[in-house]
T-cell receptor, first 112, second 117 residues
Framework: KNQVEQSPQSLIILEGKNCTLQ??????????LRWYKQDTGRGPVSLTI?????NTKSNGRYTATLDADTKQSSLHITASQLSDSASYIC???????????FGAGTRLTVKP | EAGVVQSPRYKIIEKKQPVAFWCNPI?????LYWYRQNLGQGPELLIR????????DSQLPKDRFSAERLKGVDSTLKIQPAELGDSAVYLC???????????????FGNGTRLTVT
């Protein structure tokens, strides 16, 4: 069983709308959680990193949250743009070693 | 700063043929990763190098896959012989890892899309 579960698997929204992507994990001991954006045909690019002591962090129209107690993170996208269409991958790192666990990603499509 | 460069971009081969992928990481990055990504899935680690040493190759199918990172810079990943199930995108990533800290981001190349027919 994957230690990082993302939902929904895919999502279609209209341009200008907001959306929230979810990431639940069981990785332990927890070190940090990153959200990556992967455009079609490209490699993933880091959007933000959340460490244990951080609850929320913003990067432009992207806001990530972390609840280390419930082991949940979310990525909220505000005022979506066509260029937000991509896969969003949650990656959780463990303190044990350099182990990084990847979620399967959420495929977001923003339509005009 | 140049990003991670991978080649070729696409490769189509027949099963049982060999294939090789090349990766040039970001200058100064000591850690290099090879991942395999199937459609609709997240990347899966094949091998991780710290400088020229392979420190995690537990997920590398060693009967047909091999990798090297001579001089701790460029790396090649080889499959011989290729099977139909090897069709996927092969991603290379690099990072500047500091001992005791694992919060450096991975910088990915754009991958090599392999199709085995």
């Amino acid at each position: 069983k994957n230690q990082v579960e993302q939902s929904p698997q895919s999502l279609i929204i209209l341009e200008g709308k907001n959306c929230t992507l979810q990431c639940n994990y069981t990785v332990s001991p927890f070190s940090n959680l990153r959200w990556y954006k992967q455009d079609t045909g490209r490699g993933p690019v880091s959007l933000t990193i959340m460490t244990f002591s951080e609850n929320t962090k913003s990067n432009g129209r992207y806001t990530a949250t972390l609840d280390a107690d419930t082991k949940q993170s979310s990525l909220h996208i505000t005022a979506s743009q066509l260029s937000d269409s991509a896969s969003y991958i949650c990656v959780v790192s463990s303190y044990n070693n350099n182990d990084m666990r990847f979620g399967a990603g959420t495929r977001l499509t923003v339509k005009p | 700063e140049a990003g991670v460069v991978q080649s070729p971009r696409y490769k189509i081969i027949e099963k049982k043929q060999p294939v090789a992928f090349w990766c040039n990481p970001i200058s100064g990055h000591n850690t290099l990763y090879w991942y395999r990504q199937n459609l609709g899935q997240g990347p899966e680690l094949l091998i991780r190098y710290e400088n020229e040493e392979a420190v995690d190759d537990s997920q590398l199918p060693k009967d047909r896959f091999s990798a090297e990172r001579l001089k701790g810079v460029d790396s090649t990943l080889k499959i011989q012989p290729a099977e139909l199930g090897d069709s996927a995108v092969y991603l290379c990533a690099s990072s500047l890892a500091v001992r005791g800290r694992n919060n450096s981001p991975l910088h990915f190349g754009n991958g090599t899309r392999l199709t085995v027919t």
